[in-house]
Every structure is written in C-alpha cells, then in structure tokens.
C-alpha cells in the first residue's frame, strides 16, 4: 500500500470500502474514489494516483445522488399508440429493436441509422456493432453542439482534434471566449493557472463579458461578439511585419509561413482595421501583439465563445496559427498536442466480417466532409426530407438534444417522423420521451469504464462498479450485449464479466490489469515537443498555417475574417444572446440534483446595467426574450461587466420540468428560440448567432 495514501483512513474512519471510478458529469473525466458503505455510496473524491489528487469540484462531489434518485429510470418502456410508455422486459425491447433494425436495413439499407452520443461517452461497444457489424457510417458523437469548430482548427493546423494547455509553465497566456475559471474552477489545471498568475504569467481575456477569469487578468479585453477572428488576425498582421514571429520555427516546422505573411498583408488585417470591427483599440493590439511575441513560452487557445460563431472556425484557425508562428507549439508553457493512451478495441472482430459502408457518412452527404461530428442540426432535414438521404433511426445514448440543440420545435418534428428512436438514458429526459424505446443504463457508479481524461498527458482510467445497478438498468455494453444477440452477432460479444473485455481494452498498458484495477488511473509520461521526432500529423508533417486539408477540400487555406453571414441585432431584435455555462451545474441533465439547485436553482439571463436602466428591468425581475423563432420567459440579472447590446443567458435548465420531483418547473429552456445556424465547414453550431427583443414580464 502506498504509505502516502489516505484511503485507508477514510475507509477506517467511515466504515466504508473505496472503489476507483470515474466523473463523467462533465467532459473532463475526473478519476475518482468511491467510498461505499453497505452498497451505498456515501462519498466520493478524487482518485489520489491522479494529477489532480483528490480533489474534484462540486457537480463531481454532489453527483451521488445520482445513485439514489429515486426519478431515475428502473426498467424499458416502450411507447403504446396511445402515447403512454408502458414497462417491457429486456428481451421484449431487444427483440423489437432488432427486428425493426433488420427491416430498415432491407428497405433503406445500414445508413438509415444514426446512433448519437454525447461526445464524452464510452462507446466503443457501440461503435463495433453498428459501424463494424451492423454497417452504418453513422455513428457520432455530438461535437457539432460542442467544440467542432476547435477539433477541426485543430486538425486542419495541427493535425490533433484536443490540443491542451500547459499553464504551469507558461508566463504569458491568452483566453479567448472560454471561462476555466467559471464553469470548470476546479479542475486541476485550472487551479494551476490561478497559481501561475499569482506568479509570474500575464493573463489576458478576451471576452465581452467580464467573466470570473477576466477578473483574475491582468488585461480585460471586451470585444465586440463575434469578431476575434479579425482581432487574432490583426495580432498576426504586427507580429510578422515587426519581424517578431519566431523565424526559427517558421522555417523549420511551419507550412506555409511565407503565404500567411503575404495574406495577412494583402488582406491589411491591420490593428486599425480591427479596432473598427472588435471595439479594441489599435494601440492596445499592437501592444500585446509585441508582448505575446517576445514572452516566451506563451500560450492562447480560445473555446465556447469562439465556436458559437459562424466565423468561429476560422477565427480558433487564427488563433492557433498565433501559436504556430510564435514557435508556442507542444514545449513547456504551449499548447500541448496531447497524446493518447494505447486502447485496444473490445471486441475481436476479423477484417473480413467487417462491414463497408455503401454510402458517405451523413456529414459527406450533407456537404461537410470535414466535419469530425454530424452536423445534427441538419438531421431534422435527412429524417423529413430525405435529404441527403433517409434516415429513418436515431439512438440517443448519454444525449439530450431535445434540451441542446438548438430550434427545438424542429427537433420535436424530426422525431415524430422516425421509424424508430431509441433513447438510453438515466432518467425519462426530453428526448426519451419523445422515443419509442427507452432504456436505462446504470450510472457511472454501477458499471465499469475504461476511458481517457482531458489531462494534457496520456492517462487511462478504469473505473469499476462500486454498487449494484438500480432497478433491472443495465450498463451499456450489457445493453449492447443483448442487442447484438439478437441482432445475430452475439458471437463477438463474449465476455462473463466486464473484467474479461477490460482486461483486453487495457492490454498494451505498460502496466499490470491487477495494478490498475488497484490504482484506477494510470498516466504515462508527459512529452513535450514530439514533434522534434515525429513531426506533426498534418500531411506536409507540418504545422500547416496554410492548410493542405482545407484547400483539398476546397475550402480557404488560409484564416480568413468572415463577417458577412453573421446574424446581427436590427431594430426589431436590437440584442445579441450569447450563451455560458452554469458555474453548478453540467448541461442539461444536473437539475434534479438536490444538492446543486440548492446552490443555483435556476438560470438566468444577464444585461448591462445600462440596458437594464432603460428597459425599467432590475435584478431578479422576469423578462421575455423573443427571437424570429419564438419567445421565453426567464428570470433577469443585472451586471456591471457585460458590454452594452448584449444579452448572456445561462444554459442548462428546463432539464426535468415533467419527470423530476426537485428540477420540476425550474429554470428556462431557452433553445427553442435559437435557430439552427451552421457553421459553413465545420458543421458545428453557432448558438451566439442569434437577436433577441427584451421585455419585462
Ligand atoms: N460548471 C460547468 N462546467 C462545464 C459545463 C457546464 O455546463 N457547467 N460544460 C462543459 C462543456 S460541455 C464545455 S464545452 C465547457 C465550456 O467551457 P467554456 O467555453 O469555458 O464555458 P462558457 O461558460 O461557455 O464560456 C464561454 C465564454 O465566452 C464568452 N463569449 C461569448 N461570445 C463571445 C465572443 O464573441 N468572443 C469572446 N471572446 N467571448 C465570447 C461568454 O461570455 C463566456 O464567458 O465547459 C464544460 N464544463
Ligand atoms: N443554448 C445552449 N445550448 C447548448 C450549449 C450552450 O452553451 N447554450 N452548450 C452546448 C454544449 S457545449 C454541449 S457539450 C451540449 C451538451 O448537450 P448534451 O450532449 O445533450 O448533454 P446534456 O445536455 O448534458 O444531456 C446529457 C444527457 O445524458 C444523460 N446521462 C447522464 N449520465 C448518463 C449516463 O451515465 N448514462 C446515460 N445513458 N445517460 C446519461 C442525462 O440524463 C441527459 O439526458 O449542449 C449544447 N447546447
Ligand atoms: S470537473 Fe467535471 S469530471 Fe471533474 S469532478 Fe467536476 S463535474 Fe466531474
Ligand atoms: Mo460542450
């Protein structure tokens, strides 16, 4: 035993035995310790092998009560003709689901189905069985309501989807459009970058709104929405005519440098240009254009605020081409192109049985071929219209795109016109109810998981039951198990236990099953500059600020500023809502979890004060937003620090109005007046591009 350990006090102190687990409330993936007494999880804390010891945050902490609430969902329903779900066997909703798989097959062939999940899931069971066995290109995580934008920027400059940031080490960093001090405080890395700044690095924020990270700044950037595309451009348009990029690492490890030079000056992406667009003046720009150059190592990265846009892929291009041509690339203090841990895939299925999909994925189809997601705003499209074909089934698997996605009136139509829709879910969420089949899956306190976290080094997590499943739910891969049976593939699916097809996940670790099965977690070194041998994933091997993928494709090669398609404010809708996270709460699906509401009961919207003056509207007051798609009604909070034209809504609330006894008539659902905005490459959704009118109720 590790003498370091305090486990063993705890479970001495408690009474309690500890289990490793995993935090899947939010995309980061803590490791955890389930402490369990008489097969009840009485506490839970970071796992203490981990980087970020045995801390976690309040959603991680709080999230017990997911194994005891009772509105969780105990058995498969199915829905009758007249509306109602009834409880069915297993065998019952497996059989049916298959034979109705079977029949779509024949009629419209594999690609009919769509099987969605949230993109921090486990899926790889799923994966195997419908893309490898069953055969439908369709499979997707649901990036597009996420980081699509980023994961292409990154793909397209980098060749790696998640790059991450090495605060510790940095002595200059730049955020632009994200709050890791807001919704994701307590993260490790981000108690890092508290630490940093404390210090010696300079942080800037670039956000129209003064977030809890731009109040820890040094320098507060309040930007116009939806123009840091040309703010970044006009970065590099100083850095490369003072000569005050790294011309080192641009020769050696840069393509294209010589291109983006000339394009940034023919263009005049100048800091006078830009302060017309973003409200930042030029001086300010050209100040820290220079101080970004000659700190070295530095670091920008920018998320939610950024890829909410239609321009937003462009403008996280331009970022991470600053990056680029600084030489702040996978060192020390950079951004880091994390590396992956060696996962095998479960299921041993030969080459030959392997499925060949007769026709492109649905984001091919739809005309994004570069999209790492499905653009799922345009499956209502692909369901109603047959365009770019039918598809006919979606399962819904740790997924609520009845409350995410936006324009929810069309959302509601698409699933009215399936055949079939599956929703695997804890509770009855919006989208269960909606569906034919539902089933529940034991939380992530009841089954095993091997998955990776976000930490910026390779790490493995094995997470093991702690307490029996609740009701007759099950975890997902018995869940797909019991399909596969049916569907006639059970021969892959052989395992007795879930250590059995861990046992092979895990394989190629470096280290024992028995020593992870101990530990929980296990992380691999952490190297910088990989790049120095192995050069980068992009086809040049390059870091490409002149994309080969994107000119392939017939896309702009280069980052440029898109300004013209963006939706803007008019007189009838003189605002612009731009959305953020709740601080106490993860999407939609924490609101019936007594111990958050207590501290955040519902969301809100927020409005300068000067707006707020003028439309008679003070704190706490209920006010109406109504866009050229509908209207709702949530309650208002007044802030100092939010620019003028702007209202900032919460998301996350509406989540179990109907089905859950604590979130019940809480909050507001506001996604159904957010139009299905695209953006033009990557497929992902701008929910910032959206006016609104204000009225107080
Ligand atoms: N507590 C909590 N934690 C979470 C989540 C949660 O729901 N709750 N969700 C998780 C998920 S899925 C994600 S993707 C991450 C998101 O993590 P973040 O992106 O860090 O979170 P947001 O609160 O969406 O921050 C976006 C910021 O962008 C700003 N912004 C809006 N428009 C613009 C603009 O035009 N330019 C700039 N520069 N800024 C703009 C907003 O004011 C806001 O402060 O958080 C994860 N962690
Ligand atoms: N207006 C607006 N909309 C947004 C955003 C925004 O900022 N503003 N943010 C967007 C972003 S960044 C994201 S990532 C998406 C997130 O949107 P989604 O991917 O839809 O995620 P959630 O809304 O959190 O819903 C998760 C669902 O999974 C279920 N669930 C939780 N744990 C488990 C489990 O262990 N097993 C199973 N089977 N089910 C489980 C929950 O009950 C819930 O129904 O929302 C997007 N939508
Ligand atoms: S940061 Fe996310 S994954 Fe980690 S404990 Fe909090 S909710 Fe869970
Ligand atoms: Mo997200």
Redesign the pocket.
């Known amino acids: 035993m590790n003498p370091q350990s305090t486990r063993h006090i705890i479970n001495e102190i408690r009474g309690t035995r500890v289990v490793p687990g995993v935090c899947i409330v939010?995309?980061?993936h803590c490791p955890t310790e389930v402490f369990v007494r008489d097969n009840k999880v009485v506490y839970v804390r970071g796992n203490e092998n981990a980087p970020n010891r045995t801390t976690r945050?309040v959603?991680g902490i709080s999230s017990i009560h997911l194994a005891r609430d009772p509105d969780r969902l105990l058995h498969p329903m199915k829905k009758g003709k007249n509306g109602n779900f009834k409880v069915i066997s297993w065998d019952e909703a497996f059989s049916f689901i298959a034979e109705k798989l079977q029949n779509i097959k024949e009629k419209y062939g594999p690609e009919a189905v769509a099987y969605l999940w949230h993109?921090?899931s486990n899926e790889m069971f799923s994966q195997q069985l419908f893309v490898q066995l069953y055969g439908t290109p369709n499979w997707s995580g649901h990036g597009a309501a996420?980081?699509q934008s980023r994961r292409l920027a990154g793909l397209a400059t980098y060749g790696h989807p998640l790059p991450t940031k090495d605060y510790e080490n940095s002595r200059f960093i730049m955020l632009?459009?994200?709050?890791?001090l807001?919704?994701?405080?307590s993260l490790h890395e981000n108690r890092e970058l508290v630490e940093v700044v404390k210090r010696n690095a300079k942080l800037v924020?670039?956000?129209?709104?003064r977030?809890r990270?731009?109040e820890k700044a040094h320098v507060w950037?309040p930007?116009?929405?939806?123009?840091?595309g040309a703010l970044a451009l006009a970065m590099a348009h100083r850095i490369i005519e003072t000569g005050a990029h790294d011309a080192e690492f641009c020769e050696n490890y840069v393509y294209g440098f010589d291109a983006f030079a000339e394009h940034v000056k023919a263009n005049g992406y100048t800091p006078q240009w830009a302060e017309g667009i973003t409200g930042i003046p030029a001086e300010t720009i050209i100040e820290l254009a220079d101080e970004f150059a000659r700190t070295k190592p530095a670091v920008m990265d920018?998320?939610?605020?950024?890829?909410?846009?239609s321009n937003g892929f462009q403008a996280l291009r331009a970022i991470f081409c600053l990056n680029a041509i600084t030489g702040n690339v996978d060192g020390p203090g950079c951004l880091i192109l994390k590396e992956a841990g060696p996962l095998l895939p479960p299921l041993d299925i030969p080459e030959e049985e392997i499925a060949v999909p007769m026709r492109p994925n649905l984001s091919t189809a739809m005309g994004y071929p570069l999209a790492p997601d499905i653009p799922s705003q345009l499956l209502p499209k692909a369901v109603l219209e047959g365009d770019p074909y039918p598809v006919r089934t979606l399962f819904f698997h740790i997924v609520n795109p009845a409350m995410s996605d936006p324009n929810t009136g069309l959302f509601r139509k698409m699933m009215a016109g399936l055949d079939l829709s599956v929703t695997i879910d804890l509770y009855m969420s919006e989208t269960a109810q909606l569906s034919d089949i539902v089933l529940p899956e034991a939380s992530m306190f009841e089954r095993a998981e091997v998955r990776e976290s976000l930490w910026s080094g390779p790490q493995v997590i094995l997470s093991q039951p702690a307490i029996p499943c609740m009701g007759s739910s099950k975890p997902h891969y018995e869940i797909m198990k019991g399909l596969a049976q049916k569907m006639g593939y059970g021969h892959y699916f052989q395992w007795e236990t879930w250590e059995d097809w861990a046992r092979t996940v895990t394989s190629f670790l470096p280290v024992s099953f028995e020593e992870l099965k101990e530990k929980g977690v296990w992380h691999g070194e952490m190297r910088y500059r990989k790049y120095l041998e192995e050069g980068f994933m992009t086809s040049t091997g390059r870091v490409e600020v002149y994309s080969e993928l994107l000119a392939e494709n017939g896309y702009d090669p280069m980052p440029v500023y898109e300004e013209d398609q963006r939706v803007k404010p008019d007189p009838e809708y003189p605002f612009q809502l731009?959305?953020?996270?709740?601080?106490?709460?993860?999407?939609t699906h924490?609101q019936n979890n007594p111990y958050l509401m207590e501290i955040e009961g519902e969301n809100w919207a927020e409005l300068s004060a000067r707006d707020a003056g003028e439309l008679g509207i003070s704190d706490g007051d209920r006010v109406e937003l109504a866009s050229p798609l509908g209207r709702v009604t949530i309650a208002a909070r007044v802030k100092e620090g939010?620019k003028p034209g702007?209202v900032?809504v919460?998301?996350?609330h509406g989540f179990g109005r109907t089905m859950g006894s604590i979130a019940r008539g809480k909050g507001s659902h506001v996604n159904p007046i957010f139009d299905s905005m695209v953006n033009s490459v990557s497929g992902g959704i701008g929910y910032?591009e959206c006016k609104v009118s204000v009225r107080k109720v």
């Open positions: 939010c995309p980061w945050c959603k993109l921090d996420c980081d632009w459009g994200e709050d890791p807001g919704p994701n405080q924020v670039v956000d129209p709104y977030s990270t731009a950037l930007i116009n929405p939806g123009t840091d920018g998320l939610k605020g950024i890829v909410n846009y731009i959305n953020a996270k709740m601080q106490n709460h993860c999407g924490t939010l702007i900032r919460l998301h996350g910032n």
